[in-house]
């Protein structure tokens, strides 16, 4: 049984790309243990893109820091100083682990190819996100 098509993909590859999937490698998502786990890891930038009247209405994951989907790009663009001032710690490093969240894991895409188009290399993505998050958390 042949299971590359004309193009040389394989089925599976060919109908994703038919269905708009997008293969994505295992560890560029994150779990809700991984995201319960940052506080523990300053290292970690875990970044909500949520609007703030969302984040009034629903409440926030322990050490994220927003920065609204529409602020992303020109918030990773600041220079040092400007980042920290504003965002209340230093600017990630291109090599740094960011995770993305949001409310149900849309946006996160999204935030992923703004980080991704500037140079960031280490973005992983919340899928769940908040909705995830609330509930595992019983809130």
């Not at 193009?7 to 490698?25: C, D, E, M, Y």
């Not at 322990?62 to 992303?72: G, H, Q």
């Not at 960011?98 to 409310?103: D, E, K, N, V």
Request: hydrophobic share 35%; net charge positive.
């Amino acid at each position: 049984m042949d299971l590359l098509g004309a193009t040389g993909k394989s089925v599976v590859i060919q109908l994703a790309n038919r269905l708009k999937f997008v293969l994505r490698p295992i560890g560029t998502m994150a779990t809700y243990e991984q995201v319960k786990d940052v506080p523990n890891h300053p290292e970690v930038y875990l970044i909500d893109v949520r609007r703030k009247e969302e984040l009034q209405q629903t409440g926030t994951i322990p050490a994220s820091i927003n920065i609204p989907l529409d602020d992303l790009e020109k918030a990773l663009n600041l220079d040092g100083s400007a980042f920290k001032n504003t965002y209340g710690r230093p600017k990630p490093e291109k090599e740094s682990k960011i995770i993305f969240t949001c409310r149900s894991g849309n946006r996160v895409v999204e935030a992923e190819k703004i980080a991704k188009g500037l140079g960031y290399s280490n973005v992983v993505l919340y899928k769940g996100s908040w909705n995830d998050w609330a509930q595992k958390e019983g809130l």
